[in-house]
C-alpha cells in the first residue's frame, strides 16, 4: 500500500496534469496523454516501519497507503525548489516538467 501511494505520488508530482482547451473539454481522455509512472521511473525505496497505533480503533490499524502519496510530491518539490535555490528560482505548481524548469532557468538573469 505505502508503495503504490509512493508511485501515485510521484506521478502527481511528474507526470499526471488533466488538461483542458478553451472551452473546458478535457484533452488528456487517455494514457496515450495522460502520464502515469511506470516502475521504470519508481525508484527503489527502503521502507523503515515506525508504529504508532491508534486509540480511536480496535485493533490500533489507520491508513496505510497515504504517507506515500501526501509524502512523494512534497519531498520531489522541495528537492527541485533546493537545487533551484541559487537562482532565486522556486517552483508552486504540480506537475513540475523539465519544461517549466527549463523555462524558469532559461528567464532567470545570470548576473
Known amino acids: 500500500m505505502t508503495m503504490g501511494g509512493i508511485a501515485h505520488g510521484i506521478g502527481a508530482a511528474l507526470y499526471e496534469l488533466f488538461r483542458f482547451d478553451a472551452q473546458g473539454q478535457l484533452v488528456s481522455?487517455?494514457?496515450?496523454?495522460?502520464?502515469?509512472?511506470?516502475?521504470?521511473?519508481?525508484?527503489?525505496?527502503?521502507?523503515?516501519e515506525h508504529h504508532t497505533p491508534s486509540p480511536h480503533t480496535v485493533f490500533g490499524q489507520k491508513g496505510s497507503g497515504e504517507a506515500g502519496y501526501l509524502g512523494a510530491p512534497a519531498c520531489i518539490a522541495?528537492?527541485?525548489?533546493?537545487?533551484?535555490?541559487?537562482l532565486g528560482i522556486?517552483?508552486?505548481?504540480?506537475?513540475?516538467?523539465?519544461?517549466?524548469?527549463?523555462?524558469?532557468?532559461?528567464?532567470?538573469?545570470?548576473?
Open 29 to 48: 481522455q487517455s494514457f496515450m496523454d495522460y502520464l502515469l509512472p511506470s516502475a521504470h521511473e519508481i525508484p527503489h525505496v527502503e521502507m523503515v
Open 90 to 111: 522556486a517552483l508552486d505548481a504540480l506537475p513540475l516538467s523539465i519544461a517549466d524548469i527549463e523555462a524558469a532557468i532559461a528567464a532567470t538573469e545570470v548576473p
Open 78 to 86: 522541495s528537492a527541485v525548489n533546493d537545487a533551484l535555490a541559487p
